[in-house]
T-cell receptor, first 108, second 113 residues
């Protein structure tokens, strides 16, 4: 069965410090992984996807199939990065599996 | 365009009462989803639909029913509400073939006493 694990419920970093939000997955097929973000009083929205290898708002995420991980990273955290972050797995079954989420707080 | 809208925004029910949550989208998306969000549990899929007149069960379907009579609307029903159904409910939609690009509504906060 598929599973997405985000081990940290809460993560606090200082402004300007590097940030890494962890995501591990379990899936027997070929995974497609994504990060969604929910800023305060805003809707949940897609942040980035592994297949495009893009950098959005300074965030990157690399799929590591050996470690079954898809950690989200940013070298220098900004206050506006404070939000709830969800890792999500698509299995080709017409829906997404979301992790439990990590609330990131960037301390000024 | 309004995107995905949800009605109502807030609701308080007593145990055993019934209600229907309405989700509407104006993006002509084929797929629609209902999730619940609980602290420490993340987002869990309740039911989804891949087209008008079709529905399918998600991860936590028990206690809920859905209908998709029109392409733009997806209704979530609670026939006999229970305190365990206290949650924030999110609706989302996506194009067929773009399941990962889901557009979410603002959420409905439901409390069952």
């Amino acid at each position: 069965a598929q599973r997405v694990t985000q081990p940290e419920k809460l993560l606090s970093v200082f402004k300007g410090a590097p940030v890494e939000l962890k995501c591990n997955y379990s899936y027997s097929g070929s995974p497609e992984l994504f990060w969604y973000v929910q800023y305060s009083r805003q809707r949940l929205q897609l942040l980035l996807r592994h297949i495009s290898r893009e950098s959005i708002k300074g965030f990157t995420a690399d799929l590591n199939k050996g470690e079954t991980s898809f950690h989200l990273k940013k070298p220098f955290a900004q206050e506006e990065d404070s939000a709830m972050y969800y890792c999500a797995l698509e299995t080709g079954a017409n829906n997404l599996f979301f992790g439990t989420g990590t609330r990131l707080t960037v301390i000024p | 365009n309004a995107g995905v809208t949800q009605t109502p925004k807030f609701r308080v029910l007593k145990t055993g009462q019934s209600m229907t949550l309405l989700c509407a989208q104006d993006m002509n998306h084929e797929y629609m989803y209902w999730y619940r969000q609980d602290p420490g549990m993340g987002l869990r899929l309740i039911h989804y639909s891949v087209g008008e007149g079709t529905t399918a069960k998600g991860e936590v379907p028990d206690g809920y029913n859905v209908s998709r009579l029109k392409k733009q609307n997806f209704l979530l029903g609670l026939e006999s509400a229970a305190p365990s159904q206290t949650s924030v409910y999110f609706c989302a939609s996506s194009s067929a073939g773009k399941v990962a690009e889901q557009f979410f509504g603002p959420g409905t906060r439901l409390t069952v006493l």
